[in-house]
């Protein structure tokens, strides 16, 4: 059976792209991908993704130094895959997302050569509007800037004693407790969602090592 790599990411679910080892866009589901521009407010797009670094879709600063290292390890055989369940909300919408990144493991090469990465929709509830989901979102800390996280997206709600440690709250909690409109979002991770990352990248660097034994 001879299968077009296009083809096959044509018929996959969600946003489906081939990485390689610059981590630049190589192939790109262009269905799914047109449907995801168009439902998230269109226009003509700007230029063709491929050839993009993907990080460049990450908010400059923790995040995407994070994702950087989590997508090279795989390249490095530091670890299996990529998995991570992420909200992705719009102002009038909850959004449960996931993101699936494995390598492409092709006969004869002894390194990885290329990444699959596939972010799909698993879900989707409407709910009053929140405004905050429609700011601008930056990785660095600027005045008026509310942190949140990029993976379960709740906001930073001030401590109420200043030395206190920082609480991590539902967005709507954040304006039912009275909380500003914030200028611009702040994108980084909470203490649970960091240490599940690292909680699975000691996983990983297990797994790798039981692999590298046992070849
Ligand atoms: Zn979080």
């Known amino acids: 059976m001879k299968l077009d790599i296009q083809t096959l990411l044509?018929?996959?679910?969600?946003?489906?792209?081939?990485?390689?080892?610059?981590?630049?866009?190589?192939?790109?589901?262009?269905?799914?991908?047109?449907?995801?521009?168009?439902?998230?407010?269109?226009?003509?797009?700007?230029?063709?993704?491929?050839?993009?670094?993907?990080?460049?879709s990450f908010t400059v600063g923790p995040v995407r130094d994070t994702f950087r290292k989590l997508l090279l390890e795989l390249f490095e055989h530091k670890r299996a895959l990529l998995h991570v369940d992420y909200r992705c909300d719009a102002p009038d919408e909850m959004r449960w997302m996931r993101l699936c990144v494995t390598p492409i493991?092709?006969?004869?090469?002894?390194?990885?050569?290329?990444?699959?990465?596939?972010?799909?929709?698993?879900?989707?509830?409407?709910?009053?509007?929140?405004?905050?989901?429609?700011?601008?979102?930056?990785?660095?800390?600027?005045?008026?800037?509310?942190r949140i996280c990029c993976v379960c997206a709740k906001v930073a709600a001030s401590p109420a004693d200043a030395a206190g440690p920082q609480r991590?709250?539902?967005?709507?909690?954040?304006?039912?407790?009275?909380?500003?409109?914030p200028t611009m979002l702040s994108h980084g991770f909470c203490e649970q969602c960091a240490s599940k990352l690292l909680a699975d990248d000691r996983a990983a660097t297990q797994w790798a090592a039981t692999q590298s034994q046992s070849t």
């Open 105 to 146: 493991v092709t006969s004869g090469e002894s390194k990885v050569q290329y990444l699959l990465y596939q972010s799909i929709l698993l879900d989707s509830q409407p709910r009053a509007r929140l405004g905050l989901f429609d700011l601008p979102a930056t990785g660095l800390q600027r005045p008026g800037s509310l």
């Open 10 to 56: 044509e018929s996959m679910d969600g946003i489906a792209l081939i990485i390689d080892r610059e981590l630049r866009i190589q192939c790109v589901g262009q269905r799914n991908w047109q449907s995801f521009w168009e439902e998230n407010g269109g226009g003509p797009v700007e230029a063709p993704l491929s050839g993009r670094p993907i990080t460049d």
């Open 168 to 181: 991590w709250i539902d967005a709507d909690e954040y304006y039912a407790r009275g909380g500003q409109e």
